[in-house]
């Protein structure tokens, strides 16, 4: 028992017991019981085990067990221990459990035998042997010297099931001494797993017999035969291949020529069964050579019969039937019957695929007389089956019937199913060929049936097949592809290539009928592959002939005329005269498409002739019909006539009814063509009377019902009432109550199609009447359906609501889901109709679950779709309504139904208006339209183009609008619609109104009366007059105006229409508002307020037009109060109409008074004296400015609403001042409204200090001689406009000129001529033309180029505009700014408008006084919303990092309150709170707003180079995208060729300063872009693009540059190679659409950005005449909208050397830490110090919109330098610390004292106080210390003192020094053990910031738990002790610690050493990603000691 039982250890010898205590017991445990164990000496530890071993041999198996779990519950790693306790389960009958630890013990120890043992023994003891048998031979494989293992491995195959068939071959070997041989046993266990077909264990135990291994080959081979066999079993072909080729080549290296056969028929056959043919086929011819070597007679006739099975597959059959010739030859040599008749039948089956039809019915016929002779019924049944298919072949298909009824005689004799089904599926086929459908389906199903009682597969898939091509042939397409679909899932599984390829054509085909081309094309490709794979040509012909046939019908005339001359010409290689007919029938067909009929002779001629050779009238019908149209197309009417006839000569015989009624309209156009009109009424009555030709009266009725559903679906009412008529009268006379309901129903649908409801409704209650007394539950269901039909046109919804109910309940009764959903879609129609909306959704959403549960069913699923778009549309979701309505065009499209489709656009087009998509609206009408001209609807054209006009309406396009309503009103005139033709004047007359031509505006109206009248319309007279009224109001007639109001006023009451009566009162109330009359207008609007104002469903544009003008009247009666209250309910009601899409930039006249309500509002709160509601004002003004220029540039609301942009609440007074509060920074808000410029000037504690208001109509400025020359330019120019242009004409930029519109213009790149690089650019060519706007830009900010003269871009700029601007802007404010103190302070200037176009740097009061940008850091905002935007948002969200603390900018490690971190509170919105749109802080320091405090000036950084040494590294954010020099096609007008070339020079700078790779030439390609901008941290654009567009031009994608190479060549390097001009570097001259490489503002919204700053350089080149601040704005928001924080815009381009200085300045400064603004003020000085490019032209004009980010974050690198020092010995480290924390406090006083002296010292003297002390250079470095390295030897080494602490990096590093130092005696030394485990940080850090809170609370003391492996980390127990903190107690994976004295005394302490824990391992995001904690599953002892 102990030897076989108790395993201790494998070291283990008793005497010896202190070997075993680190196995079992591990000392570190922190148990006590394992404490007591720690001091048993070694006896006592052996006496331990000895007990254990008494309680085995005393048979106490429940004690070991015990006691083993209780050392498992100690040591869980100790396999051993496992392995002793499952054998004591297995003593107590617990088998499973044994199972368990024995599969522990495995896991533990894989290569110990004893697991195997133990494993494989609790197996076989509950009985499942295949697993013991595996668990044995496995560890056999691991050590075959285990005998014990082999004797069990015996013993089981004795118990087990296969013991009858192993016990005489182990007898065999036990004579042979052979049965200790481990790898003959094993392998013949799994051999005999393998026949009993356990493929899955036998493979299993072969492998570990492999593993064991053999010096025999034979034996080998033999093993690698069977593994190879069992893989292929299992479909691992792969292996299975592997091992046969393997069994091949041992037994050709051992000349074993039968085994050499052997694998090559297993070979060969697996590959053949892959469709490997031609491997296939020379493994099997290589079996035949070696075996007729060898005279091998068995192995050559299966050589050859595997020889002719691969030559079948292949199409090679003619080889095939040789081979079994020969192998016919040696059967009858052999005198073997057997195979004499196997090849006799397989010689007739290669004839019959060889259609030598006749020698296959010879053969047939010999095999069958044989098996008579041998009374072998199955060979019997085997050749009535082949005869039958041969016959049927033949065309013979009464022979074939009789053979498969043999069949089936057979069949029942032997009661085999199998044969059944083969004899039903020949009968089925040929009943199909005999056109007996239904009986042809009858065998198919039986066939069907059988074969799944059976569980054949492979005849379940054929008789699948053969339904499809049944339910094909019968038209029901549907049910055919879903037979095809099944048996294709189980020919694929079969791995069955040829039948998959067959399948695929049969797809193929009937996506042809469905009219699906692309997916038919598809299939068919499939199957050419496959029958390509397989070199099947027969196939391979008919396949090309369907390809080309489907590419023809998608007018691919190319490929199809290729696939289909393939197709010929391989059927004439053949000689098969059937694929030659379809061949030339295929080629008649694509000529005759294309018109080229005597070439389409050439091929239908010889097909005919084969077709009647080959007897097959189908095709010889179809041929002679297409004959008979090119004869006809050919003027050849007589011999069309002949072949028409015999068209349907052979339709009649054939009874095709579609034929002989397409053959009698093609002859009787035939003879109207030939003037023989006699014969062609002759045939039209034959048409009629075609019933005649058939006995039965049921067909004559068809007919007639039939042709008179043509005729009714052709629009021919009157005949198609005629043939109902005829079947009523026939159906009478007949009693066929069946038809005489059909007629009735007929009539009913014809006179509803007429427009007779009425009438039709009585036909339906007859119809239903007839099959109410019939029993007929469908046509009374039906018939309940025409009914409803009829009263919902007729208007009576409650009586169609009736009558679809019933039609539900009896659907329902039916249990038919077809008429079920279309009745829940009735119901819910009319239940919308009732406005009954909720209910109708319902109704519709059950409608579409019943169509989804019709697969088949396209149609029913597209309905459904429609009307739950329909019912979401008419509930106001749009967004949903959009969804379901495109699944429904995607259904009408897949099933060709136009009318649909165009249904279905119409519907998308008016949800997309809803929507404000206005671009995407107008796209589905337009298609709509189209659709509508295709179908010739009158009626929705009248529709469509009134929605045309609409969208044009709101997009602005007024031409367009006017060209549509004038279709709409000459389509009504003509169609005597008066009612649509009196409502398009009324709108011809708004648009003419609306674009200022009121002559003909009142034309129109005029003509709207008139009609109105006619039709005597009191809502149309209305109407009428209030648009007059209008009309004359706009042209100040104001009497005229007054009549007509007053006429509608008197109409609207006589009609008691409250509503238009209160229109005609704001008119009238709008009309003395205008003339002065402000008492009167108020009591006239408040009349008009007291009709509609408490009406919830009135239009809002009523209502708030009425409090907008009444706001007019009191602001002019100076009664500020209550215009400040309607206004403000005024503004209420603008903003609901603007975020429902009622609104937009295109309609002008909303537009235009919700800007000048808002204006009016400030003025009016400024009046009242609210200058912090005037603010809240202004910043709505400031979103609606945005909103309007995006629509402009066709951003639909949709998209601003999700990126945030349209915003449903705004900033309230105390969320602005929040804002301010929380960044600490001044703000400086302009706003300009009526003429008036107001100013506020925030501050970040005091709020609004100061306010001021300035006329600007009022300015005095003295203007230059050509300022007062050009001021009459433009009629909208004010004087702080015109100063606007002379600051920048005395820039030396030309002059501005500004037009009506709110929006001004900057120069762009045209204007300039630089001298740059040697290379000029400007072109006067082709800046006088203007570029195509391409769709991007709408008429309404278009710009007037007047050309002004400039002044030399290098004279002295004028001083006058830039000290008169800012007298206007800046002085006023000036003494509330923060006074300069020898440093610049960031400053948020906020401007309005116009006010975006000013270089705000350049400001300054006076010659003496400092530019602006020197004074302040500055940066710009569209608006303080943008302040608090969601930006950064995107990136928090990706950080899953669960974080304790937050660090202050000082380091402090408690968490900060939620103003520092900008989080807003409910106060901060009068609507709505804005807690949905905030998330959180930011994950790191340098993307948080932090504070501004005064630092020092700028430091005299030096600009960065790659290769050179660098403070910085790269920066913390994610890769940075730098684009530049993009290859624009030849046909772009946006830049003229090679005018962006000198930009690439900039872009590889930038690019090596960001260390990443640019994009150049074709790789800056717009797609490219777009993907890349998504993850990019930084964004530079050195491209050209069009502000006033707002788009970048960039590349387009590689595959569509299809035009020339560049004509020069290129340098490498820097960008400085230059070839000839005109060609842009990788331009091409390809045409791709502006849309492939035009990136617009649009686009960039659409992506979700996650940068902090995108950068345009000034290198940027335009076309555009002008830049206007709406193009500033609209990209600055469609960036920042899109997720970037910040953006750097140039107001005009600078040339390229000065652009290349800038931004290297630039971004130098931001790599070394500096904020944004402060980097921008060091790029303008760095630049304008550099005397060339002195002129502010070069520097001044770059704004910063958005945040005042820092790009660089050296937490990190701070975080690495602390943990190098630490490497140094403790004294070295507390005197280097000391040295640093007085650089660094020196540091931070010199910024906070703002020195204007630079500091500097040597490193020598440094290093020489600091020691050997490493990483002291890496953490001055990181906190802004700059390094100069020496320029010779004798010269020491400059350190540099930062002159800023931006990111406060300064101030947190001394606060680490400090804690560092602070730290009690043993901490530091500890902290030093604790560097090089990052691990333990966070867990520590959990338990100090737990003693943090108690400490804060005023807790006496403090409890907590820490987890055991970061306790046994080396220094963690040391670092907590010198803390105070000691172990109480512990379990199994966590220790409880406490303080030992109190924790209020402890608090400082604490502090420390959490700041010192973030200073060694950074910030707690980073902790992790030092070095992650080791996966420990269940903690075992061995990676402790690693640990410890």
Not at 267 to 277: E, P, V
Not at 1531 to 1543: F, H, V
């Amino acid at each position: 028992l102990s030897s076989e039982f108790w395993v201790v250890s494998p070291c283990y010898t008793k005497g010896s017991g202190s070997d075993l205590l680190p196995s079992l017991f591990p000392k570190s445990h922190p148990s006590g019981y394992v404490r007591g164990l720690e001091t048993m000496n070694s006896q006592e530890l052996v006496d331990r085990v000895d007990q254990l071993s008494l309680h085995c041999t005393s048979g106490d198996f429940t004690q070991v067990i015990e006691r083993l779990s209780e050392a498992l519950r100690l040591n869980p790693g100790n396999y051993t221990l496992y392995s002793n306790r499952a054998a004591a389960y297995m003593r107590v009958g617990k088998f499973k459990e044994a199972l368990t630890d024995a599969k522990k013990v495995l896991e533990l120890k894989p290569d110990w035998t004893k697991g195997y043992y133990r494993q494989g023994a609790a197996y076989v003891a509950m009985e499942k042997f295949d697993d013991g048998l595996v668990a044995f031979s496995r560890g056999l494989a691991t050590d075959q010297k285990q005998s014990a293992l082999l004797d069990a491995l015996v013993e089981t195959m004795a118990k087990s099931p296969y013991r009858d068939k192993f016990k005489p071959k182990y007898e065999k070997f036990q004579s042979l001494k052979l049965d200790r041989n481990p790898f003959i046993i094993v392998s013949m266990v799994g051999q005999e797993l393998m026949s009993a077909s356990r493929h899955k264990k036998a493979v299993e135990v072969l492998e570990s017999a492999r593993r064991i291994g053999t010096d025999s080959e034979k034996l080998e081979a033999s093993l690698h035969q069977a593994l190879g066999q069992v893989y292929w079993s299992l479909g691992n072909t792969d292996k299975a291949l592997a091992y046969m080729r393997s069994d091949l080549s041992i037994n050709s290296k051992l000349a074993d020529n039968v085994g050499i056969c052997r694998a090559q028929d297993n070979l060969g056959m697996a590959l053949c069964s892959l469709g490997k043919l031609p491997e296939a086929l020379e493994h099997h011819t290589l079996q035949f050579t070696v075996a007729r070597n060898i005279n091998n007679t068995a192995e050559m006739y299966a050589a050859l019969n595997r020889l002719a099975r691969v030559h079948g597959k292949m199409g090679r059959y003619q080889e095939a039937l040789q081979s079994y010739k020969e192998a016919l030859k040696l059967a009858k040599a052999s005198n073997d019957h057997t195979s004499v008749m196997e090849c006799t039948y397989n010689c007739g089956m290669v004839y019959k695929t060889l259609n030598e039809l006749d020698k296959a019915i010879n053969q047939l016929q010999k095999y069958l007389q044989m098996a008579q002779q041998s009374q072998s019924k199955e060979q019997q049944a085997e050749a009535y089956a082949s005869l039958g298919q041969v016959y049927q072949m033949k065309g013979s298909f009464d022979q074939a019937m009789m053979f498969y009824q043999q069949l089936l005689s057979v069949a029942v004799q032997m009661n085999n199913a199998s044969l059944k089904a083969r004899a039903y599926g020949g009968m089925g086929q040929a009943n199909l060929n005999m056109g007996n459908l239904w009986y042809a389906q009858m065998c198919r199903e039986q066939q069907l049936k059988l074969t799944r009682e059976l569980g054949d597969k492979e005849f379940e898939a054929i008789a699948l097949r053969q339904l499809g091509n049944i339910h094909k042939t019968s038209g029901k397409i549907s049910q055919a592809m879903q037979y095809y679909q099944e048996s294709l899932e189980i020919v694929m599984k079969l791995k069955d290539r040829g039948v998959e390829g067959m399948l695929y054509s049969d797809i193929g085909s009937c996506y042809m009928a469905m009219g699906n081309l692309r997916d038919a094309v598809k299939y068919y490709e499939s199957q050419l592959a496959i029958c390509t794979e397989m070199n099947d040509q027969a196939t391979i012909a008919s396949t090309n002939g369907s390809l080309g046939m489907a590419y023809l019908s998608l007018d691919n005339k190319e490929a199809a005329l290729k696939h289909l001359n393939l197709s010929k010409e391989l059927a004439e290689a053949l000689h098969d005269k059937q694929l030659q007919c379809e061949a030339h029938s295929n080629l008649g067909s694509y000529h005759t498409k294309c018109k080229e009929y005597r070439k389409a002779l050439t091929h239908l001629e010889p097909a005919r002739k084969l077709a009647a050779e080959k007897k097959d009238q189908s095709m010889e019908s179809k041929v002679c019909h297409n004959l008979g149209i090119c004869h006809e197309a050919l003027g050849n009417h007589q011999q069309a006539i002949q072949f028409f006839t015999h068209d349907l000569v052979m339709a009649k015989e054939a009874k095709d009814k579609e034929g002989v009624s397409r053959a009698c309209e093609k002859l009787i156009n035939a003879y109207t063509e030939i003037g023989d009109r006699e014969q062609a009424e002759v045939y039209k009555q034959q048409l009629v009377n075609i019933a005649r030709d058939f006995d039965h009266t049921s067909n004559k009725c068809a007919l007639l019902n039939k042709m008179a559903e043509d005729m009714l679906n052709s629009g021919d009412f009157t005949k198609a009432i005629e043939f109902y008529e005829q079947l009523l009268k026939g159906a009478e006379n007949e009693q066929h109550l069946s038809f005489k309901g059909q007629a009735y129903s007929g009539l009913g649908n014809t006179y509803m199609a007429n427009g007779k409801p009425d009438r039709a409704l009585s036909y339906y209650q007859q119809d239903l009447t007839i099959r109410k007394g019939t029993s007929d539950f469908t046509g009374e269901c039906q018939a309940y359906a025409n009914m409803g039909s009829a009263y919902n046109c007729l208007g009576q919804h409650q009586e169609a609501l009736r009558c679809y109910m019933a039609n539900l309940d009896l659907a329902k009764q039916l249990e038919n889901p077809v008429l079920i959903a279309k009745a829940l879609s009735c119901v819910g129609i009319v239940q919308r109709n009732l406005g009954s909306f909720e209910e109708a959704l319902q109704y519709h959403q059950q409608q579409l679950a019943v169509a989804q549960s019709l697969t088949d069913n396209i149609q029913e699923q597209a309905q459904a779709n429609k009307n739950l778009g329909e019912s979401h549309e008419a509930l106001g979701d749009h967004t949903t309504a959009i969804q379901y309505l495109s699944q429904y065009l995607s259904m009408a499209h897949k099933i060709k139904d136009m009318v649909n489709e165009i249904m279905a656009h119409s519907c998308l087009g008016r949800a997309c208006r809803g929507l404000g998509d206005y671009q995407q609206s107008l796209q589905h009408f337009q298609s709509c339209m189209k659709g509508i001209k295709d179908t010739k609807d009158d009626e929705m054209a009248l529709s469509c183009y009134a929605d045309i006009a609409s969208v044009h309406m709101k997009l602005g396009n007024f031409e367009q609008a006017l060209q549509a309503h004038m279709r709409q009103y000459e389509l009504a005139h003509d169609m005597e619609d008066i009612e649509t033709e009196a409502i398009a004047a009324s709108c011809l007359g708004d648009v003419y109104q609306s674009s200022g031509n009121y002559k003909e505006a009142l034309h129109f109206h005029q003509q709207d009366l008139l009609l109105s009248r006619k039709l005597r319309s009191g809502h149309g007279q209305m109407r009428a007059f209030g648009n007059l009224a209008q009309a004359y109001e706009a042209i100040e007639e104001f009497d005229k105006a007054i009549e007509h109001w007053e006429q509608q006023s008197a109409l609207a009451s006589s009609l008691r229409d409250e509503s238009s009566k209160a229109q005609a009162l704001t008119g009238l109330g709008i009309v003395n508002i205008r003339l002065d009359y402000y008492d009167k207008a108020i009591s006239l609007l408040t009349q008009a307020w007291g009709l509609v104002g408490d009406m919830q469903d009135e239009s809002v544009e009523i209502k708030a037009n009425i409090l907008y003008n009444l706001g007019l009247a009191y602001f002019n009666t100076h009664d500020y109060q209550k215009s400040c209250a309607s206004l403000r309910r005024a503004v209420e009601l603008f903003e609901n109409m603007l975020h429902q899409g009622d609104m937009s930039c295109h309609t002008s006249a909303l537009v235009s008074k919700y800007s000048h309500l808002l204006q009016v509002l400030i003025h009016t709160l400024v009046r009242l004296n609210k200058v912090e509601e005037a603010l809240e004002t202004a910043e709505r003004e400031r979103s609606r400015q945005v909103v309007e220029l995006l629509q402009i540039r066709s951003i639909n609301l949709h998209t601003m609403r999700k990126t945030g942009i349209l915003r449903p609440q705004f900033l309230s007074a105390e969320g602005i001042q929040e804002v301010a509060s929380s960044l600490k920074t001044p703000i400086v808000y302009y706003s300009i409204a009526l003429g008036h410029l107001f100013t506020w000037l925030i501050h970040p504690q005091g709020g609004v200090v100061q306010f001021k208001q300035r006329d600007l109509s009022s300015l005095d400025f003295n203007f230059s001689e050509t300022a007062s020359m050009l001021s009459h330019c433009s009629t909208s120019s004010t004087p702080l406009v015109e100063k606007i242009s002379e600051l920048r004409e005395g820039l030396g930029l030309p002059r501005q000129v500004f037009t009506a519109h709110s929006s001004a213009a900057s120069m762009t790149s045209e204007d300039l001529d630089w001298d740059d690089d040697s290379i000029s650019i400007g072109s006067n060519d082709v800046s006088g033309k203007d570029s195509p706007r391409h769709g991007f830009m709408a008429g309404g900010e278009r710009r007037n180029h007047i050309p002004v003269r400039t002044r030399s871009i290098y004279s002295p700029p004028n001083l006058q505009p830039i000290q008169d601007l800012y007298s206007v802007l800046i002085r006023p404010i000036e003494s509330g700014l923060p006074k300069q103190q020898g440093t610049s302070t960031p400053l948020i200037i906020i401007p309005d408008k116009d006010l975006f176009l000013i270089p705000y740097s350049l400001l300054r009061g006076d010659s003496a006084s400092s530019y602006l940008h020197q004074r302040f850091q500055l940066h710009i905002s569209l608006s303080i919303q943008s302040l608090i935007s969601k930006s950064s948002s995107r990136t928090q969200q990706r950080s899953s990092v669960s974080r304790l603390h937050s660090v202050s900018p000082e380091g402090d490690h408690r968490a900060a309150s939620p103003t520092s971190r900008g989080t807003s509170t409910p106060v901060m919105f009068r609507k709505h709170s804005m807690a949905q749109s905030q998330r959180g802080s930011s994950t790191s320091l340098a993307s948080t707003e932090v504070d501004f405090k005064p630092f020092g000036n700028e430091l005299d950084i030096p600009f960065l180079r790659s290769g050179m040494a660098s403070p910085v590294e790269r920066p913390s954010v994610s890769e940075p995208l730098v684009i530049g020099n993009p290859a624009t096609p030849a046909s772009d007008t946006y830049l003229e060729p090679g005018i962006m070339y000198n930009a690439e020079r900039e872009t590889r700078i930038i690019a090596d300063l960001l260390e990443t790779k640019p994009l150049l030439g074709e790789t800056a390609s717009k797609d490219r872009v777009l993907r890349r901008m998504a993850t990019a941290g930084c964004i530079h654009f050195c491209t050209g693009m069009s502000w006033n567009e707002s788009v970048f031009v960039l590349a387009p994608r590689s595959d569509m540059m299809t035009g020339s190479e560049p004509d020069f060549e290129r340098s490498e390097g820097d960008g400085t190679g230059y070839g000839r001009r005109g060609q842009a570097d990788g331009a091409a001259s390809g045409t791709p659409e502006p849309v492939e490489y035009l990136m617009s503002a649009n686009e960039i919204l659409q992506s979700k950005l996650t940068s902090k700053l995108v950068t345009v350089s000034g290198c940027y080149r335009t076309k555009d005449q002008y830049l206007t601040s709406g193009g500033v704005i609209t990209m600055a928001a469609a960036f920042l909208a899109a997720g970037a924080q910040a953006v750097l815009v140039p107001l005009w381009p600078t040339s390229n050397q000065a652009s290349r200085l800038m931004m290297n300045a630039f971004y130098s400064s931001l790599l070394y830490g500096s904020r944004a603004s402060r980097a921008l003020g060091y790029a303008m000085q760095t630049v304008s110090s550099n005397k060339k490019y002195a002129h502010p032209i070069h520097w001044a004009g770059y704004l910063l919109i958005g945040k005042n980010i820092i790009l660089k974050d050296r937490s990190v690198e701070m975080a690495a330098a602390f943990r190098s020092m630490l490497q140094a010995s403790e004294d070295y480290l507390v005197a280097g610390l000391k040295v640093l924390q007085a650089m660094v406090t020196s540091s931070i006083k010199r910024v906070q004292e703002g020195a204007m002296d630079p500091k500097y010292t040597s490193e020598q003297m440094i290093d020489k106080k600091i020691g050997p002390v490493p990483g002291w250079k890496e953490l001055l470095k990181s906190v802004g210390f700059h390094f100069i390295s020496p320029i010779s030897r004798d010269v020491p080494s400059t350190v540099i003192f930062p002159e800023h602490d931006d990111s406060h990096v300064q101030r947190r590093c001394r606060k680490f020094i400090d804690s560092l130092l602070g730290l009690p005696a043993g901490a530091l030394k500890a902290l030093q053990l604790l560097a090089k485990h990052p691990t333990a940080a966070t867990s520590l850090l959990n338990v100090l910031h737990k003693a943090s809170v108690s400490a804060e609370n005023g807790d006496c003391s403090m409890t907590t738990q820490i987890d055991s492996l970061t306790w046994i980390v080396r220094g963690s127990q040391e670092f907590l002790s010198s803390l105070g903190f000691e172990t109480t107690s512990g379990v199994s994976h966590n220790i409880t610690v406490h303080v030992k004295s109190p924790v209020a005394e402890q608090g400082q302490v604490l502090d420390y050493a959490i700041n010192s824990l973030l200073a060694v391992f950074g910030p707690e995001e980073q902790m992790e990603m030092l070095a992650p904690r080791p996966v420990v599953s269940a903690k075992p002892t061995e990676e402790l000691a690693v640990l410890c």
